[in-house]
């Protein structure tokens, strides 16, 4: 009874810890005036915007949206301009899981601070519509997810769920909900102002897609089909789209013949291959289960490995498939074990 009472103090000893770590880096790269290596990539891309020279290209395939973004954080003073784009991760990760060590010690959320990434949006606007996810009738569930679109590969999944209920309502009620028309409104304030800037942007951004490289991918089937075996782009897109069904279904049998937003979200991570390991910080609000918090922190330690000892070598990212995939296992396991007896499926 002792011990216990002073692991709430040693939790937030441990994750004071670990904050500094994250604030000596920061002020390590500040001192230093060179932000990390993404961060850079995008201040670039940033000032070719404000500069009116071409945007999209190597290293370059974001939405408009999101390179406005880039711009506004280009023309702060440099200091400014790093700790506005880092400092934000720590904060909302605090927001999400308070002083829990586990938000700071996975994988994916030491990747993104470090490499200075762009999955926050994606974060932010997946842990507000999980929290409304069900509650149609309020808008702003919906304009929540509208944020998701800034990285339309990590809002893919949530957006699926998101009209597929609405479609449910619909059958049922025959009406449209707020939380719909929250996420249409959100959308088009965040993607019609491009348009007036740039009226043909999207023709320009599709010009140069990104390769499925090795490196990106954290998800298990695109990285076996596109990495190990090195199939063609084609045929590795109609494999991955004929063994969503069986594997959909296989997940919805283990899972009691049911489907939840964590599930489905954590299924579409088997065969999404535009989920790179830093995108996985979006799955920061499933730690909040302090079971899930533990797996998820074991599963990317690999991952971890990878950061300090082989960041280089491109192959070894191959061990971030283990994140998604080991956290979709103990999902469907204690989604088992916490039905009541007889619940079960067949």
Request: aromatic share 16%; no cysteine; net charge neutral.
């Amino acid at each position: 009874m002792r011990s216990s009472k002073y692991l709430p103090v040693l939790q937030n000893i441990t994750t004071l810890l670990i904050i500094g770590f994250y604030a000596a880096y920061l002020a390590f790269i500040v001192a230093n005036d060179q932000g990390a290596v993404d961060y850079e990539t995008f201040m670039d891309i940033g000032e070719r915007f404000l500069n009116g020279q071409k945007i999209w290209g190597e290293n370059s395939y974001y939405p408009l949206p999101y390179v406005m973004i880039f711009a506004f954080f280009a023309a702060l003073p440099r200091w400014l301009s790093i700790i506005g784009w880092h400092l934000p991760l720590v904060i909302v990760v605090l927001l999400i899981l308070g002083w829990r060590s586990t938000g700071f010690l996975f994988a994916p959320t030491l990747g993104h601070f470090m490499g200075g990434q762009s999955s926050l949006p994606g974060l932010l606007g997946f842990w507000k519509y999980r929290e409304s996810s069900e509650q149609v009738e309020d808008w702003r569930g919906g304009a929540w997810l509208a944020v998701t679109t800034f990285k339309p590969q990590i809002g893919l999944a949530p957006i699926l769920w998101a009209v597929w209920t609405w479609w449910q309502v619909w059958r049922r009620e025959k009406t449209l909900t707020p939380q719909m028309w929250g996420f249409l409104g959100g959308t088009g304030l965040i993607y019609l102002p491009a348009f007036l800037i740039i009226p043909s942007w999207v023709g320009q951004w599709l010009e140069s897609p990104r390769d499925v490289k090795e490196r990106a991918i954290a998800t298990p089937l695109p990285r076996l089909f596109f990495s190990v075996l090195n199939l063609p782009d084609g045929l590795g897109f109609v494999l991955l789209l004929g063994l969503s069904i069986p594997l959909f279904y296989l997940v919805w049998r283990l899972n009691g013949k049911e489907m939840s937003l964590e599930v489905f979200v954590l299924f579409t991570l088997l065969v999404n291959p535009l989920i790179h390991d830093y995108d996985l910080i979006f799955l920061l609000p499933l730690l909040k289960d302090f079971r899930m918090g533990i797996v998820a922190v074991l599963v990317s330690l690999p991952t971890l490995v990878v950061i300090f000892f082989a960041y280089n070598v491109d192959a070894a990212w191959g061990v971030a498939v283990l994140t998604p995939l080991g956290m979709l296992i103990a999902k469907l396991v204690f989604n088992r074990a916490d039905r009541p007896p007889g619940s079960l499926a067949d």
